[in-house]
């Protein structure tokens, strides 16, 4: 199984607009983040996306995306969900809609704002069949399993896939570690975490936070990504443990 990060950055990305890039060094590519999202595919070449990030045409152009087999929403904020037009091209050529995942109440809230991607408008098709998660346990060849996490006043779906024997956690947007995070991550080999800075934030998880989740859920390798403009590449990575990967756009691990 392959985990492909299309987009490491915050909400904002980095460089902010006005050329901002905090501390993080201009001249490292690495620096220069999308809105966050990643990309699996299995050994047989069956695709999940997870969220529709603001930058998701240029995501896929870059990483010569064109089909995948179904798409999952951690929650309705516009950094991982206002991409969500551009499923249409993904939709072309299929024999029905792209099979899309939430938790209820992000499905609901999804379907108020983006209601033609849903149920089709004015002849054009539905672009996705959306669904709750409830009873979801496998998905194009993947195992499902999920929980809910503290998003400040909010919450985010944290999710576990797992193929070809191996297992991936995406933890975006969390603020709070529970138990049931705990639970559901467990033993994973792949943990893709919210990393936001190294001080504390009141909705995103810090550095340390981050790191805490990995060693308590025993991960066998942490990427972090959601980083916001203090998060210099080279100087994090010399400054996180061994097996600890930081993210950044087109970063693909073979899992």
């Not at 050994?43 to 529709?52: H, K, P, S, Y």
């Not at 942490?222 to 970063?251: A, F, I």
Request: proline share 4%.
């Amino acid at each position: 199984m392959k985990c492909l990060v299309l987009g490491s950055g915050t909400s904002t990305g980095v460089p902010r607009i006005g050329d901002d890039w905090g501390d993080c060094d201009p001249s490292e590519p690495r620096n220069r983040r999308t809105r966050v999202s990643i990309m699996l595919e299995s050994n047989e070449g069956r695709r999940l996306l997870i969220d529709t990030s603001t930058d998701l045409r240029q995501q896929l152009l870059a990483n010569g995306i064109d089909a995948i087999d179904a798409v999952f929403w951690t929650h309705d904020h516009a950094d991982h969900c206002h991409g969500i037009d551009d499923l249409r091209v993904l939709r072309y050529g299929r024999g029905g809609p792209i099979p899309g995942y939430a938790s209820a109440y992000t499905a609901e809230r999804l379907r108020r704002r983006f209601d033609y991607v849903f149920a089709g408008q004015h002849g054009y098709p539905t672009i996705v069949s959306l669904e709750a998660l409830d009873r979801l346990r496998l998905c194009a060849g993947f195992s499902v399993s999920w929980c809910q996490m503290p998003h400040g006043p909010a919450q985010t779906t944290g999710f576990r896939f797992e193929c070809d024997g191996k297992s991936v956690a995406y933890a975006t947007d969390f603020s709070e570690i529970r138990d049931e995070m705990i639970d559901t991550f467990a033993d994973v080999d792949l943990l893709v975490t919210d990393c936001l800075r190294r001080e504390p934030h009141p909705t995103h998880a810090h550095l340390a936070m981050a790191l805490e989740l990995a060693d308590r859920c025993g991960a066998r390798q942490t990427v972090l990504t959601h980083l916001d403009k203090s998060m210099d590449y080279r100087s994090l990575t010399d400054e996180v443990p061994h097996g600890v990967v930081v993210g950044y756009d087109g970063l693909e691990i073979a899992v």
